[in-house]
């Protein structure tokens, strides 16, 4: 999915966890922090040599898409409603990225690939979809 698919499905599943605006935000941001491992994605570009390091090291979808994600947000946050935002803000990343391709969830196993190859097409076409149904949810979830 694009960074602002990921956003919006984070600002959700943060706000699921944890219903306030600060439970959205965590989300939003956290659902970005797995995409570090690509130099080009938007986190990538802020964190320059990590970005890269982890890109070069481990490949795209790897390390940063498995279950060590999420302890990350433990370690962040410790155990409190912003660290339940922030690990639903990764999950909705990681099971976003299976609906278009797959990740090693079971990092370092090889046989951890898990998710729904699909061509840059039909990337595109599931990544809007995904995005305006999550606005759409979101304005009508605003008005109640
Ligand atoms: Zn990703």
Redesign the pocket.
Do not use: A, E, Y
């Given at each position: 999915?694009t960074w602002k698919t990921?956003m919006v499905l984070g600002a959700i599943a943060g706000y699921c966890a944890y219903p306030s605006w600060k439970g959205s935000v965590i989300g939003a941001t956290m659902a970005l922090v797995?995409?570090i491992d690509?130099a080009n994605s938007k986190l990538g570009n802020l964190m320059g040599p990590l970005s890269k390091m982890l890109q070069k090291g481990f490949g795209?979808?790897t390390v940063?898409?498995s279950w060590v994600i999420l302890f990350l947000p433990f370690l962040l946050f410790g155990d409190s409603l912003a660290a339940m935002a922030a690990l639903w803000g990764i999950l909705s990343?990681?099971v976003s990225?299976m609906l278009v391709g797959r990740?090693q969830l079971l990092w370092p196993l090889r046989v951890g690939w898990l998710g729904i190859p699909v061509s840059k097409s039909m990337y595109r076409t599931v990544d809007r979809i995904v995005f305006y149904v999550a606005i759409v949810y979101i304005v009508i979830k605003g008005y109640q």
């Open positions: 999915m990921h797995p995409d690509q795209h979808r940063t898409h990343h990681l990225d990740i």
